[in-house]
């Protein structure tokens, strides 16, 4: 191993000429390289961010499972199910939950204040607009929805509390601010109004959500429901159970072991319950997300031959500039595997180069993307105002030693060029 060391350093480096002909070719090919590794750095951090980025929002606002009576297919919809069951209480002590809290939904309408001319005191403007009320209590996680804050504060959602969060989009379009009173309107047997305090804005860049969702109190939205006989009655009912989960990666899991506890069964209420994956309710969205794995593979292979292509290149011209060398060689007892050992060397060292430069140049860039946020993004069709970074130790490392093997891997073809150079011919070569 170290004689032939010796001879990819020393002895190749001899032919002045040759390095001539091939230092142009070479460059070319470590960058080459360093282009590959870095456009599969960039690749991967800015799919796994943006995935990952996405789903968060996603789930922060819908959690990853839902339980709801059977025969619904929209959580929005969903008819009204006991809020105090045994089976919810089981599902609580499961390893991997994190936490189990009731949610109603109510649809309703909001109108905005008027707006009125200076000059000619007229109206000139008032809008409404369809949304959805989620009532939540204290038992809803609150850390995602104040990561969301772009205003305000969470209010404690205990009681019948007044106060509501809802999105920029709504306060933007209606001319809400932190502080006002809004008139909500909802449809029961007997259309009537209410007014909340708007305590809260939020933005997602989700469309879905940042067009529909307010925050309002569990209990303030029963009292708005049709789903008990009585106003007290209807303080029993919600439209559903949200879990959140500690690992993404353990959603099937946990999708089978709350669906054995919940599913087939009646509760003591008669009530014959589902739990509903959000790949299945939100089936459009992460579809999409999971197209981008494909997009990723297609861009890492194409990388990856061109650089096979350019050190491929690099590795033929060696071999003809060096056809004297390896008549030389062949003539004193080395055989070829001994000579193709030597030259696939000193490739992989062109590789490791051009290795090296290409993860500098590429974590300098998502660092530089990662802290600046310099690339930014339209949130009303990406869902993100700048370009998402996301990468590990892990994902360096397997673009590294992927580049690398497939490298190597393909020279072995070219190299056995090697073996067909007649060692009289190849001497008299100049």
Request: a neutral charge; aromatic letters at 8%.
């Amino acid at each position: 191993m170290s004689f032939e060391y010796f001879i990819a350093n020393k002895i190749l480096k001899t032919d002045k000429k040759g390095i001539k002909v091939s230092k142009p070719i070479m460059r070319i090919s470590m960058i080459s390289i360093a282009l590959t590794i870095v456009v599969n750095v960039i690749t991967i951090a800015v799919v796994t961010g943006f995935q990952n980025e996405i789903r968060k929002k996603i789930v922060g606002f819908s959690a990853p499972l839902f339980i709801m009576k059977d025969g619904n297919k929209n959580i929005y919809e969903a008819d009204p199910i006991h809020i105090d069951q045994n089976k919810i209480d089981k599902v609580k002590t499961l390893n991997g939950v994190k936490s189990v809290a009731p949610i109603i939904y109510k649809p309703a309408l909001i109108r905005s204040e008027k707006f009125e001319d200076r000059n000619n005191k007229e109206i000139i403007k008032q809008d409404v607009t369809g949304v959805v009320l989620k009532g939540i209590n204290e038992q809803y996680p609150m850390e995602f929805l104040k990561s969301q804050l772009v205003d305000g504060k969470i209010p404690s959602f205990k009681g019948n509390d007044q106060g509501v969060v809802l999105s920029k989009k709504i306060c933007d379009d209606l001319n809400f601010k932190i502080g006002d009173e809004i008139a909500v309107f909802f449809v029961k047997k007997q259309s009537l109004m209410r007014r909340f305090i708007i305590k809260g804005i939020f933005e997602t860049g989700i469309e879905k959500i940042d067009n529909e969702i307010i925050f309002a109190s569990l209990i303030g939205v029963q009292e708005l429901t049709d789903f008990g006989v009585t106003k007290e009655n209807s303080l029993n009912y919600v439209s559903g159970f949200e879990v959140q989960i500690d690992s993404w990666e353990d959603l099937e899991n946990q999708y089978q072991n709350i669906s054995e506890i919940i599913e087939l069964e009646p509760n003591e209420h008669t009530e014959l319950l589902r739990v509903v994956n959000i790949l299945e309710s939100e089936n459009e969205i992460f579809s999409w997300l999971s197209f981008l794995d494909t997009n990723v593979l297609i861009i890492i292979i194409l990388m990856l031959i061109i650089g096979i292509i350019n050190i491929g290149s690099v590795l033929l011209v060696m071999i003809v500039v060096k056809s004297n060398f390896i008549g030389i060689m062949k003539a004193i007892g080395a055989n070829n595997w001994s000579i193709r050992k030597i030259f696939l060397y000193q490739t992989a060292s062109i590789i490791i180069k051009g290795m090296l430069i290409g993860n500098l140049v590429g974590l300098v860039l998502c660092w530089l993307q990662s802290y600046f946020q310099i690339i930014k993004l339209d949130a009303t069709v990406y869902y993100l105002s700048s370009v998402p970074i996301e990468l590990s130790v892990v994902d360096v490392l397997i673009i590294n030693i992927i580049t690398f093997l497939v490298c190597m891997i393909s020279l072995l073809l070219p190299s056995m060029v090697i073996s067909r150079i007649s060692p009289s011919k190849s001497i008299k070569f100049n």
